[in-house]
């Protein structure tokens, strides 16, 4: 495959996200999203279960093209569909952080503790890809102008609590989510950084994916960006930040909230795109 040094066209298809698009798809709490860069082709996380691929081959698109699987964080959410996906793309490589294998726990209001970490077993398929395996402790280059951050420097606290993820069933050592990373596609009009939650902080991944782009503008921002219990003054000085960067989209899914997806979408008007499963963008060129 020849290098991709910039990006001329990139197009962008949600397979997985929590609120229900196209006729005929399946949508559940989670992320997937089938990335095209040119001739290059990743899938960023994996959705529940296998949702994503059932959801790609009823919109035409075949996994078996699929170059690499970048994984954002290790929550099952994300993570829960990667044995499927790995069956279904056999060419793939995969990235992801170390610390993505972890065991990990959620703790819901009425005190009820869940296994929300990597699937069981989905550790044992790396034994035979060890070649297509990539760890992204620091920020690593899929092609010249794609790249995943590594982990995310926290300069600043996370706009929303991350107080109900630990890494025991007994709830006593809180999970920072270290491995928590976005994806970035360098364009010549800067670059489109795609989210899978965002618990680093957006801010945090924004400056930190800015700071190892070539360009240092802000295209576009995709994903989830984990703003549900977040404070509204939090969401408020995000948005302030975001609006600094002068983004051509603001493309908030998965985990942000509907409370803060309605703001961002009043504080950034023409920027501002809805994403539901089945959502399809493409970014051509130079604006």
Known sequence: MRPLNTIHRLRFTILVDDSPGAEGLQSEHGLSVWIEADHFRVLFDTGQGMTAMENARRLGLEPAEIDAVAISHGHNDHTGGLPGTLAACQKAHLFLHPAALRERYSRSADGMVRAAGFPLGAGDLFATRKEYVHWTNAMTHLQPAVFMTGEIPRALPPEAPAGTFFLDEECGTPD????????????????????????????????ATLRASRTGRLRAIVGGMHLAEAPPEAVALLADEIKKLNPQLVCPCHCTGDRAREYLKGRFPDAFFELRTGSTLTLNGVS
């Open 176 to 207: 920072t989510l270290l491995d928590d990373q976005a994806l970035a596609f360098e364009t010549a009009d800067g670059v489109v950084i795609f989210l899978g939650c965002g618990h680093a902080g957006v801010h945090n991944t924004l400056s």
